[in-house]
C-alpha cells in the first residue's frame, strides 16, 4: 500500500536519547518503520480490546 500521509511529532531528549539507544542496541536498520509499526501495533490491539464481543 502506498503511504501518502505525513504525520510527525516531537521527542523530548530523553524519549529521543531511549529511542536511538534501543535502535542501537537491537540494530534497527530502519527507523520510520520500526515507529511506525510500534504506534500501529498500539493502536490496533486498543481498538480490539475496545470492540464489543458477543458476552459484552
Known amino acids: 500500500m ?8 516531537m521527542l523530548n531528549d530523553k524519549e529521543v536519547d531511549a529511542l536511538e539507544r534501543y535502535i542501537k542496541k537491537y ?3 530502519c527507523k520510520s518503520k520500526f515507529v511506525r509499526e ?10 480490539e480490546e475496545d470492540s464489543p464481543t458477543l458476552f459484552d
Not at 502506498?2 to 511529532?9: A, Q
Request: without cysteine; positive net charge; hydrophobic residues 50%.
Open 38 to 47: 510500534a504506534l500501529m501495533i498500539t493502536v490496533i490491539r486498543k481498538l
Open 2 to 9: 502506498k503511504r501518502s500521509h505525513r504525520i510527525s511529532f
Open 27 to 29: 540494530k534497527i536498520k
